[in-house]
């Protein structure tokens, strides 16, 4: 992790956020991110987008309006030395180097460990973590293989536009037949991947549920896991420094927004 910088008030922090499903049509949305970079996150010590951050991005090649608006964000944010760190999430997966140097943020591996003020925390998307939908499990193994990405990116835009329509279109009708309990995480699982980084404190998103859960371990173990919320009512942020770490919402319509 790159080295931290004191933000204007003199306060270390590190923000996460995730779950923002960006696209054209979620003006409200884009409104809210833009001002959070702007006013919050420039001042911070770091920023950490944890996946879903676009509704489906298409791929480093779209040279679309509202594309190149969220990249001028990002790098507005890098060159002002803040480091930014994306995970990738199941809506973004096709994120990829180009992206990277265009914006100058760091892509980071499905499960990474970070020094949070002294303390580790593993940090990922959260999809992997729900291991009873074992139907989104292969469609995510399917889509992740580097050579159905390597032809999927070299097609046209107006046919990867059809796919990801149709892809999306999927989803949302699997998604209506799907119970909460396996769209969750599992718990076995959380427990694993945490004992097996060795830290006492993990941050993901997708399953849109923000909370702060404080558990036991099989191994008696105190643990905190943290989920962030999605952006679909209000912008949902982790606020972390030296003491504290905080969920907090940022309503669509305030100046803030």
């Known amino acids: 992790m790159a080295p931290f910088l004191f933000s204007s008030t003199g306060i270390m922090t590190t923000l996460f956020i995730s779950d923002l499903h960006l696209s054209p049509n979620t003006t409200e949305i884009n409104h809210c991110f833009t001002q959070f970079m702007r006013n919050e996150a420039i001042h911070a010590d770091a920023l950490y987008v944890l996946g879903d951050l676009f509704d489906f991005w298409i791929g480093d090649d779209d040279r679309s309006e509202f594309a190149q608006q969220i990249r001028a964000e990002f790098k507005q944010l890098t060159n002002h030395g803040v480091p930014c760190f994306f ?50 499990l292969a469609f995510r193994a399917k889509v992740n293989q580097p ?61 849109h549920r923000p909370n702060t859960h404080h558990f036991t371990s099989s191994n008696n173990q105190s643990m905190t896991r943290i989920v962030l919320g999605d952006w679909y009512d209000q912008g949902s942020i982790l606020c972390c420094d030296t003491e504290n770490l905080t969920l907090e919402t940022r309503p669509l319509h305030s100046n803030e927004c």
């Open 147 to 207: 050579w159905l990405q390597w032809v999927f990116n070299r097609l046209p835009m107006t046919l990867k536009r059809k796919i990801v329509g149709k892809i999306q279109q999927g989803a949302r009708d699997t998604k209506k037949s799907k119970s909460l309990t396996i769209m969750d995480v599992t718990q076995s699982e959380v427990e694993d991947v945490m004992i097996a980084h060795g830290v006492d404190l993990m941050i993901h998103g997708h399953t």
């Open 87 to 136: 995970v990738k999430g199941n809506r973004d997966f096709l994120v990829g180097q180009r992206f990277a140097k265009q914006t100058g943020v760091t892509l980071l591996g499905d499960e990474t460990v970070i020094d949070l003020y002294g303390r580790k925390a593993v940090i990922l998307h959260g999809d992997t973590l729900c291991t009873e939908d074992t139907q989104y």
